[in-house]
């Protein structure tokens, strides 16, 4: 069975132990998107970076959904983006999950279904990241990902193209990972 792959990116409130979900990203291999705002994050840890590179960078207006499988979009609680998510996932046979530097971002994806043995059964539980493809074909993996992938990037354009937006950062992910791969 072939695993459609789906590259994600999550904006959170930290680098920290108890950092809570702001905003989720993903887009399959084919071009389908899922993007969620939550409502619920905890704004007590938001701070002045935060706000400029993250929170400024949401763009749904409050209660907009749009369940379109292949362009989903919600701005709700955690409860709202899990039943979402679901929904959205449901549509792959099999799923591999691509990331970046994924340790928050596969540990949030985790927690938006409660723990790792309840994530949809669809989705392989390894995932897998860009970073690593970086090292191993001997690319600093602290490149800038808008500069790696600029000649994938001018070729397509999505509606939000601002850094540290959960759906771009995503989209950029896939096209970084389309050149590598290429």
Same mark, same amino acid.
């Given at each position: 069975?072939?695993?459609? &792959?789906?590259?994600?990116? $999550?904006?959170?409130? +930290?680098l920290?132990?108890?950092?809570?979900l702001?905003?989720?990203? #993903?887009i399959?291999e084919?071009?389908?998107?899922?993007?969620?705002?939550?409502?619920d994050?905890?704004?007590?840890q938001?701070?002045?970076?935060?706000?400029? /590179?993250v929170i400024?960078?949401?763009?749904?207006s409050? /209660?907009e959904?749009?369940?379109n499988l292949?362009d989903? =979009?919600? =701005?709700g609680?955690s409860?709202?983006?899990?039943a979402?998510?679901?929904?959205?996932?449901s549509?792959?046979? !099999?799923?591999?999950i691509w990331?970046?530097?994924l340790s928050?971002d596969?540990?949030?994806? /985790?927690?938006i279904? +409660?723990? !790792?043995?309840?994530?949809? =059964?669809?989705?392989?539980y390894?995932?897998?990241?860009?970073c $690593?493809?970086?090292?191993?074909? +001997?690319?600093?993996?602290?490149?800038?990902?808008?500069?790696f !992938?600029k000649?994938?990037?001018v070729?397509?354009?999505?509606?939000? +193209? =601002?850094?540290? /937006? !959960?759906?771009w950062?995503?989209?950029?992910?896939?096209?970084?990972?389309? &050149? #590598?791969?290429?």
């Amino acid at each position: 069975m072939s695993k459609t &792959k789906i590259f994600f990116d $999550t904006e959170f409130t +930290g680098l920290h132990q108890k950092t809570t979900l702001i905003s989720i990203g #993903l887009i399959s291999e084919c071009g389908k998107k899922f993007y969620a705002e939550l409502t619920d994050y905890d704004k007590t840890q938001i701070d002045d970076w935060l706000q400029e /590179n993250v929170i400024n960078n949401l763009y749904l207006s409050e /209660n907009e959904n749009d369940a379109n499988l292949d362009d989903w =979009k919600i =701005k709700g609680d955690s409860d709202d983006v899990k039943a979402g998510l679901e929904v959205w996932l449901s549509q792959f046979e !099999a799923v591999e999950i691509w990331s970046d530097c994924l340790s928050y971002d596969w540990v949030l994806f /985790n927690q938006i279904f +409660g723990h !790792a043995f309840n994530i949809p =059964k669809n989705v392989y539980y390894i995932p897998f990241d860009i970073c $690593t493809l970086f090292q191993m074909q +001997g690319i600093d993996p602290d490149i800038s990902r808008e500069d790696f !992938a600029k000649d994938y990037l001018v070729k397509v354009a999505y509606q939000s +193209g =601002k850094k540290h /937006n !959960a759906m771009w950062d995503a989209f950029v992910i896939r096209e970084c990972y389309r &050149k #590598l791969s290429a």
